[in-house]
Each structure stands twice: as structure tokens, then as C-alpha cells.
């Protein structure tokens, strides 16, 4: 026996949007089942003429430099973690083109809300390097954002700074101001009930806010496969009514159109948008995972022939902007500046036992206020300060 009421649902016709009061917001249309997807630069760096977006030399440079320093501060956080010199790290090692292009259209004043895998965008906001060091290794110093920088702190609950997102994005809308917010966050975090709450109310009250959806094929070892029915996770715009897009995260020139085409939106009152940027998680999900017993090794070397920074260069190249050796020395700076950075913060992380229970209750319960006069007791026997 057939079950009717799946059938039904699945033969009813599209029905035509209803019509919303005048106020000028656009609909989604009936066939709003259509993803646009938007692809600028192909894998080998060849630029679609018609979709270039054309940024000027100096942009361009920004973009590739912030892309670099992204990838040189992913690599010696893994080795500083292996050296057991850094805490637990999530690497973005070959999403560095979707961190990049999400916040290259946003100003000072807009707002951002990450997820953890951000530190990429995070430096192109202004985060010092030397702070997200702290941070990644548990010094609470380097947790809050730069005074002068409208971000968030990123979010390690999955999915949980999404509402908060589009709260934020509500009050800069209630005073009328015309700056916009963008999340992040993975294709896991789609699963969760929050963000599809974050998705509906964001829609129904035109929140100007940018939901990006970085797809990089893993939820620590949860393909995508098993966490969403369908292919599409941009699908799940249309289903609450923001418009979305579907964007080769690997491409930093359809990043950025895409971003800016949303952030127009928003800015001008047309409400949010979901950009599903498709990419890949290369690394491990964390340096406390070993991807290997979970994935094949034969997934990721594809990958590698999609490299976000080597098709990017061989654009700059075909454009007479930068050259290999050019590409070297950028790569060399910015090393330079990594390493500065972890001088700096070799300087600063002066370890403090004595204060690992001061920092998550504002009044210790007994049992806890017990377990620190044993600690302290212990660190005094071994002589630590
Ligand atoms: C609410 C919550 N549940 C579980 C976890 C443990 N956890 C950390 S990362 C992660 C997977 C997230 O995958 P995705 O959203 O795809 O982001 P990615 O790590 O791939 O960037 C999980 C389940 C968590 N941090 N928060
Ligand atoms: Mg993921």
C-alpha cells in the first residue's frame, strides 16, 4: 500500500508564492527549485570573461596574499601542535579561497559571526595572528575580538551563533543602519535545529544576513552524503524562502561575486541570502583526528588538482599581476610574518596553573572549591609556581 500522504506531497504541484504586503521584498518564485551555480575560474586558473568580476590589481594582490598567509598560518599551526607547542587546531588547509571571498565585500562596519575553521577571514578582519595563537592554545586573552573589529568570538557549539547572527542582523536593522552581518558555518551544522530556525526567522523578518554554508564534504567523519538527503545543501534556502546559490568555494573570484551580489541584498533591504560554497575539508578535522581511518586517501589527491591558491596564481599569471618568483616571495613574507607572530606569542603565553579553576564558574561549587585545594596542594609538593 502506498503511502498517500507521501505521494501527494510528492505530486502536488509547485504552488505559486503568496504575495507579500506591498513592501517591495522580493518572492521566491514557484520555481524556486533552480540553484544558480556559479563557477569564474576553472581548475587550471582559465577565467570565464563574461563572469569576471574584473577587481583591480591591488584587490586582486589582497586577495592572493590573505589567501597565502592563510595557508603559511595553517601549516605552522599543525607543525607547532606536533611539536607540542600549540593546542588543538582546526586547519582550513584548501578552503582559504571560500574564508577570503566571504569577507572581502564586507567593510569595517559590517559584522561577522564564524565558526572555528575561520582564522583566514578572522586575519583578514583584523584578528592580530599573535591573538589567535593564544586563543588556539587556551589562553583566554585570546579569545575576545580587537576592540576595532565587528566580529564575534568563533563559535566551537555547532551552529550556535547562527541565531544570534540574525539577532544581531534584526538590531542593526530596528535602528536603521545599513550594515550587514555574514555567519559561517559547515554542512554539518545544517543538521542543526537552530540554524533552521536561524534560516526561517531571518527570512520572515528580512535580516540582513548572510548565511554561508561551507560544504567541504565532512562533519568530522560524517560525510555529507549522511548528513542531507539531497546533493544540493543550497536547497535549503528556497524551503524557508532566502534565495540562495550554490559556488565553487574553491574559486575565489565566484566567492566574491557571489558574497557582494548578497551583500547588496542585504544592505539595501531585500533581506537574507544563503550561499552554499562547495569545497573541501584536505586536512584532519582537527589535529585530535586521523581522517584515515574514515575517508580514502584516493578522495583528497582529487582534490589537490583543485587547489584554490594555484589556480588563483595561474589567473594573476595570465593577467601579467604576478609571476612564479612573485608568488615565492609572497609566500616568503608571509612566513616571515607567521613566524613573527609566534615569537610574539612565545612572549605572552606564560602559562599560569595556579588559575586552571578561575575562569568557568563565578562562585565554585564545593566539590570543585575541594578539587582546587588538592590541586594547589600538589602544585605546591612539585614546587610550581
Ligand atoms: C553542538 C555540538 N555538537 C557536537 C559537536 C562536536 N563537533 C565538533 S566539529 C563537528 C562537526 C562539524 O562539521 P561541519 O559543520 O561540517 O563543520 P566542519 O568541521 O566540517 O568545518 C562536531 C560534530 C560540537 N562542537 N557542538
Ligand atoms: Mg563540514
Known sequence: MPDKTVESVRSAPHRPTRKRGGDGRPRIAAESGFIEDLHILDEHGRVDDALDPNLDPADLMRIHRAMVLTRRFDIRMINMQRQGKMGTFAPGYGQEATQIGQVFPLTERDWYAPSYRSFGAQIWRGWPMTRLLLLWDGFFEGF??????????FSIV????VLPAVGTAMGMKYRGEDTVMVTNFGDGALSQGA?????????????????????????ISTPTEKQCAHEVLALRGPGFGVPAIRVDGNDVLAMIVATRRAVERARTGEGPTFIEAVTYRMGVHTTADNPKVYRDEAEVEQWKAKCPIARFERYLADRGILDAAGAEGVAEECEQEVLEARTQFYEQAVRQPREIFDY?????TPTLEAQKREYLAKLDRKGIE
Open 360 to 364: 568557568v564558574f563565578g562562585e565554585l
Open 144 to 153: 575576545p575580538p580587537p576592540p576595532e573589529v565587528n566580529d564575534f568570538p
Open 195 to 219: 540554524v533552521s530556525e536561524a534560516l526561517n526567522f531571518a527570512a520572515v523578518n528580512a535580516a540582513p544576513v548572510i548565511f554561508i554554508c561551507e560544504n567541504n564534504g565532512w562533519a
Open 158 to 161: 555547532i551552529g550556535s551563533h
